[in-house]
Every structure is written in structure tokens, then in C-alpha cells.
């Protein structure tokens, strides 16, 4: 298996929903990560896992919080969402980045209403 | 500050041309360099990766390049397709970035019938 796979594929949530992304890869790899993207831009870094724990957090708003049961297995929780915070939103993985490089999902639409 | 650039933005040329995507990176600690394509509303699909102590990398009609001394790294597309338009982006492990992903703006590529 080479895959990271995300669900949904698809989400429409209101400003007052709770909803939760998940992630799952089961390639072995120890290095898990969260990335937004808006149309036209590239993906912007939002949280690393690195062993289970969170090693990285670039200043994203406490309305999103990251979750890693697991080294399989990546979630993400939202809650009081924004409509700006309508974006595509991709998983990564990898063992090593500096060496391996990274794997992506094929990401979660997600539109806040 | 550690930038990856892409240059064009974009990139429109008849089917059967050969064309050439180009990347520049600021860090020259580099430790490996990826190259991506993205359909519209889709995830992310790892084309190349190129180690730090290579020139180049091929897969079919692919070709990547790199040369750490000049901070550039281009991807050669051999008798383009309709089929291979799409986003590429050009994304860098560099030095600085603890080990993270730096990602270009992307060139957008449409090959015309």
C-alpha cells in the first residue's frame, strides 16, 4: 500500500458544526502533516507529526485541532469554522522528507457555510 | 528568508512540443527537490524527487534536473499530451526548513490539441 487516503473527499459544514477530516496511510511512515490550500496558491503547512507527536504548529487558529491516535492515522477537528476557511485540505507522509521525499493525499474539499 | 520560485506561471503550447518548467530555490543546503502535478480540485501526484547529490531523475517522458550551485532545477516534458495539462509545483526540502516541504507558486500547463 502506497497510498494516504482522506475522508471525506467532500464536506459543506455550517459556522456552528463540529466535523472531523481523517487521514490514514499504512506505509510505515512516522511523519505525518497537515496542509491547507486556497485556489491558485500553493499548500501551506499546518501541523507535523512527527512520532505520534505534534512537532509543528504554524500559528494556525485554535479552531482547528490536529490528532494522531496513531502512526497510521491523522485526524483533524473543526469547529466554529470560518467561510474563509474554505480550502482544500491535503495530508501528507513520508519516513524521512530529507530523504524519501513526501506522499499526498487527494485531499478533502471542505466549504464553510 | 528560504523561497522556492516558478517560472512561467504559465505555460500554454501545442501537443507534441517539448517544453521545459523551470524552479529556483534560495537555500543551496538543500536535501532533496520534488516535483508534483495537481489536477484542478485534486491532490497532490509525486512525479520526481531528485536527492541532493543528483543531476537528474527520469521517469518516461520526464526528465528532472538539478544543480545545487546555481539554486535551479528544471523539469523537461518530452512530446507533451493533452492529457499532461494540469498545475506542476516545485517543492524543496531545504536546509532551514526543518525538514519541510517549501513549495513553488506552480506553473499551469495546457496542452492544446
Known amino acids: 500500500d502506497t497510498e494516504v487516503t482522506q475522508t471525506p473527499k467532500h464536506l459543506v459544514m455550517g459556522m456552528t458544526n463540529k466535523k472531523s477530516l481523517k487521514c490514514e496511510q499504512h506505509?510505515?511512515?512516522?511523519?505525518m502533516y497537515w496542509y491547507k490550500q486556497k485556489a491558485k496558491k500553493p499548500p501551506e503547512l499546518m501541523f507535523v507529526?512527527?512520532?505520534?507527536?505534534?512537532?509543528i504548529n504554524e500559528s494556525v487558529p485554535s479552531r482547528f485541532s490536529p490528532e494522531c491516535p496513531n502512526s497510521s492515522l491523522l485526524n483533524l477537528h473543526l469547529h466554529a469554522l470560518q467561510p474563509e476557511d474554505s480550502a482544500l485540505y491535503l495530508c501528507?507522509?513520508?519516513?524521512?522528507?530529507?530523504?524519501?521525499?513526501?506522499?499526498f493525499g487527494s485531499g478533502t474539499r471542505l466549504t464553510v457555510v | 528568508k528560504q523561497e522556492v520560485t516558478q517560472i512561467p506561471a504559465a505555460l500554454s503550447v501545442p501537443e507534441g512540443e517539448n517544453l521545459v518548467l523551470n524552479c529556483s530555490f534560495t537555500?543551496?543546503?538543500?536535501?532533496?527537490l520534488q516535483w508534483f502535478r495537481q489536477d484542478p480540485g485534486k491532490g497532490l501526484t509525486s512525479l520526481l524527487l531528485?536527492?541532493?547529490?543528483?543531476r537528474e531523475q527520469t521517469s518516461g517522458r520526464l526528465n528532472a534536473s538539478l544543480d545545487k550551485s546555481s539554486g535551479r532545477s528544471t523539469l523537461y516534458i518530452a512530446a507533451s499530451q493533452p492529457g499532461d495539462s494540469a498545475t506542476y509545483l516545485c517543492?524543496?526540502?531545504?536546509?532551514?526548513?526543518?525538514?519541510?516541504?517549501?513549495f513553488g507558486k506552480g506553473t499551469k500547463l495546457s496542452v492544446k490539441p
Open positions: 517543492a524543496g526540502t531545504l536546509g532551514g526548513s526543518q525538514g519541510n516541504l517549501i
Open positions: 501528507a507522509s513520508s519516513q524521512d522528507g530529507r530523504v524519501y521525499g513526501y506522499t
Open positions: 537555500d543551496s543546503a538543500i536535501y532533496n
Open positions: 507529526y512527527s512520532y505520534e507527536k505534534l512537532s
Open positions: 506505509m510505515g511512515h512516522r511523519a
Open positions: 531528485i536527492q541532493s547529490s543528483q
